[in-house]
């Protein structure tokens, strides 16, 4: 299990709270002008990605203290638990191992001393057949009729990460197919998606590791009211509906044919498990090969976390930073701008990956944590969030940190439009980190004609604080391969944060309470007893009781 000494009095924290009071008045501008060879001394490469860390608040020092933080908190033995089997999730007794999801060397995976290769690779196997024979057309609805669409019904875990992931990948769907993702249980979300596609040429898949999940299963059981409304027969949905899961007799009480169902295992978390049989939606809109090769960037970059030195390893970078600014410089939240809209969802899937992961407040053993852990990740897409709440990010009160995330080359052909999407990505970072100070603004106000008052009244408005941190990860291409090794990059960090923290990255015992109360409510909307509850909640209900009896009295 992780470290369960103290964080804060850990020699290596301790080094490091004496050494911010040293390095916060020190300025980014002047580390970059006192060293021509920032950038290359702060940036580093794994399994494709360039990292440049230069643009933060640190220096050779820094960075030693936090690698000391690492190596003194047990990473390399705690990523050696995970990449063993060993059930480092220990809430909920399970092995952590999306690693072998993804495991394209051909070593043993083992649990319990059981490899679990090969039923990994049945089932991806399983999956790229499934995925080719829609593709080609062997696969048909039950008229006959190729499949148009394909809806995946799934939310959270099963849903963010192929979503994300379809999207990313959206220049290589293929020309037939449509890919919807269906998650809210907002009947809206469900009803907007079934107005546009029929029936006949549509495929479902339900996705939901537990398949208990109640939107989950509630916008499955209404798509297959509606496939046999259409005029199908129940022995036609084994053509429209398919599941991918870990429970196999839920699968089957909810009827879909088993021949029909992709399974994984209870050692895949669902916000790691885009590489499992939930991954089906992206193998279906790229097909088996580019799915093979978004594995294949994953594991590239599993290796590098295995392999780098802690100094040159990207996750742990990444891990290392965002344990600076959280716990030495209140930083509350972290922003994602992708510059790509091919990543618009990228900012959600890592909401879930990391918040749901680290945002905890006990350690594995259960004591209350010593310093803050997650921060909220948020984000747009650049050059959208620039229009919008990048404001904030320069002006505002608050240090948010940001990572910038480009693709060097695009495949759209329209011409200008990628050189200013870079321009504007490396214009952003190097504006939050020089600013603009007071004498820059006054300069400039004075050479387009500004004098007395109204000049220096006009100067706070204009000025920039600066020193302002950012990451940005440079990617070679939106292919599969570099989209696998971003992905496990990600979830690296998190588990390199978590074992610093102390917390357990793998359970989410914080979504069960309002799950628990919401069932309750559901019954008393539906009319029975009222419950025992607070004045908002009781007028709460009253409210949504009072307009639905208002609806249905016409
Ligand atoms: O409620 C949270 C959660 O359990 C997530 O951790 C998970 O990804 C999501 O719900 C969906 O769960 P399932 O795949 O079991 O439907």
Request: proline share 4%.
């Given at each position: 299990m992780h470290e369960s000494s103290s964080l804060t009095q850990s020699a290596a924290w301790r080094a490091l709270a004496?050494?911010?009071?040293?390095?916060?008045?020190?300025?980014?501008?002047?580390?970059?002008?006192?060293?021509?060879?920032?950038?290359?001394?702060?940036?580093?490469?794994?399994?494709?990605?360039?990292?440049?860390?230069?643009?933060?608040?640190?220096?050779a020092r820094t960075l030693a203290l936090l690698i000391e933080l690492a190596r003194s908190r047990g990473v390399e033995p705690a990523r050696g638990a995970m990449f063993s089997g060993q059930r480092i999730n220990n809430t909920e007794g399970r092995a952590v191992l999306h690693i072998a999801l993804r495991n394209r060397g051909g070593e043993p995976v083992e649990v319990d001393g059981r490899d679990v290769m090969p039923e990994v690779r049945d089932v991806l196997q399983r999956m790229g057949d499934f995925a080719e024979r829609v593709?080609?057309?062997?696969?048909?609805?039950?008229?006959?009729?190729?499949?148009?669409?394909?809806?995946?019904?799934?939310?959270?875990?099963?849903?963010?990460?192929?979503?994300?992931?379809?999207?990313?990948?959206?220049?290589?769907?293929?020309?037939?197919?449509?890919?919807?993702?269906?998650?809210?249980?907002?009947?809206?979300?469900?009803?907007?998606?079934?107005?546009?596609?029929?029936?006949?040429?549509?495929?479902f898949v339900v996705a939901s590791k537990t398949f208990t999940t109640i939107e989950t299963m509630t916008n499955a059981t209404s798509a297959r009211r509606w496939f046999l409304a259409g005029g199908a027969g129940e022995a036609d949905v084994a053509k429209h509906f398919v599941?991918?899961?870990?429970?196999?007799?839920?699968?089957?009480?909810f009827g879909i044919d088993l021949a029909n169902m992709f399974g994984f295992w209870d050692w895949v978390g669902g916000r790691y498990s885009m590489w499992s049989a939930v991954g089906l939606p992206v193998a279906l809109q790229v097909g088996r090969e580019a799915f093979g090769e978004l594995l294949d960037g994953a594991h590239a970059m599993d290796r590098h976390f295995v392999e780098a030195p802690l100094e040159e390893n990207l996750p742990v970078i990444l891990a290392l930073l965002g344990v600076w600014y959280r716990g030495f410089f209140g930083a509350t939240s972290l922003s994602i701008a992708p510059y790509a809209q091919a990543l618009a969802r990228l900012p959600a899937y890592l909401q879930q990956l990391e918040m749901e992961s680290t945002g905890k407040s006990v350690t594995c053993d259960g004591r209350p944590v010593e310093t803050p852990t997650c921060p909220v990740i948020w984000g747009e897409p650049g050059t959208n969030g620039q229009h919008a709440f990048f404001q904030l990010l320069h002006q505002g009160t608050d240090l948010v940190p940001v990572d910038f995330i480009a693709s060097l080359t695009t495949s759209h052909g329209l011409a200008g439009h990628h050189r200013l999407l870079l321009a504007?990505?490396?214009?952003?970072?190097?504006?939050?980190?020089?600013?603009?100070?007071?004498?820059?603004?006054?300069?400039?106000?004075?050479?387009?004609?500004?004098?007395?008052?109204?000049?220096?009244?006009?100067?706070?408005?204009?000025?920039?604080?600066?020193?302002?941190?950012?990451?940005?990860l440079l990617?070679?291409?939106?292919?599969?391969?570099?989209?696998?090794?971003?992905?496990?990059?990600?979830?690296?960090?998190?588990?390199?944060?978590?074992?610093?923290?102390?917390?357990?990255?793998?359970?989410?015992?914080?979504?069960?309470?309002?799950?628990?109360?919401?069932?309750?409510?559901d019954a008393e909307l539906a009319g029975g007893t009222a419950g025992e509850h607070d004045g908002s909640t009781r007028g709460l209900i009253a409210a949504v009781r009072a307009a639905a009896n208002a609806q249905e009295r016409g």
């Open positions: 004496s050494h911010r009071d040293e390095i916060a008045s020190v300025s980014m501008r002047d580390l970059f002008a006192a060293d021509p060879a920032r950038f290359e001394r702060f940036s580093a490469s794994g399994a494709g990605l360039l990292l440049d860390y230069s643009k933060n608040r640190i220096d593709r080609d057309g062997r696969w048909r609805g039950y008229t006959g009729e190729l499949i148009t669409d394909v809806v995946n019904i799934g939310i959270g875990g099963s849903d963010l990460g192929p979503a994300m992931a379809c999207q990313a990948l959206s220049a290589r769907a293929h020309a037939r197919l449509r890919l919807h993702f269906v998650s809210n249980i907002d009947g809206d979300h469900l009803a907007g998606v079934l107005e546009k596609v029929d029936p006949a040429t549509t495929l599941a991918v899961s870990t429970n196999a007799e839920r699968v089957a009480r504007n990505c490396i214009a952003q970072s190097k504006a939050l980190m020089v600013g603009k100070t007071a004498e820059e603004v006054r300069a400039e106000l004075a050479s387009a004609g500004f004098s007395g008052e109204a000049l220096e009244a006009a100067i706070p408005h204009r000025v920039f604080p600066g020193n302002r941190p950012s990451n940005t990617l070679p291409d939106l292919s599969p391969r570099s989209l696998g090794a971003l992905v496990a990059l990600y979830e690296h960090k998190v588990f390199v944060q978590s074992v610093i923290w102390g917390v357990n990255a793998f359970d989410q015992w914080g979504v069960e309470l309002g799950k628990q109360i919401a069932s309750r409510i």
